[in-house]
């Protein structure tokens, strides 16, 4: 069974740094892509980060400059390094998995989600 396990949220003032981490467990084949998800008090899920296989990474707007994905592929994790943080950023972030391929058939891409991770920007 496949599962994400968030952790690195927390209570942060403004222009401080968290980072982010997610593991991917089970029995796993290939991951396309593995990124990051908000939701804040609005309640409106947006991407925030994005990295593939191949290494190329994607961010949302908001975030270019201040936020860094990474990926290790190898141990199936996903970082995101968040720098000077806004009160804006506050939200539950969540790990996704793209088209996640397990060692049993039919072998077919499925898409996950973590459970979420509190992240809290204020003074």
């Known amino acids: 069974q496949v599962q994400l396990v968030e952790s690195g949220g927390g209570l942060v003032q403004p222009g401080e740094s968290l980072r982010l981490s997610c593991a991917a467990s089970g029995s796993i084949l290939s991951i396309k892509a593995m990124g990051w998800y908000r939701q804040g008090p609005e309640n409106t899920r947006e991407l925030v980060a994005t990295?593939?296989?191949?290494?190329?990474?994607n961010y949302a707007a908001f975030v270019k400059g201040r936020f860094t994905i990474s990926r290790d592929s190898g141990a199936n994790t996903v970082y995101l390094q968040m720098n000077n943080l806004k009160s804006e950023d506050t939200g539950v972030y969540y790990c996704?998995?793209?088209?996640?391929?397990?060692?049993?058939?039919?072998?077919?891409?499925?898409?996950?989600w973590g459970k979420g991770t509190l992240v809290t920007v204020s003074s």
């Open positions: 996704h998995a793209e088209k996640l391929v397990i060692s049993t058939p039919p072998y077919l891409g499925t898409d996950y």
């Open positions: 990295v593939y296989s191949s290494g190329t990474t």
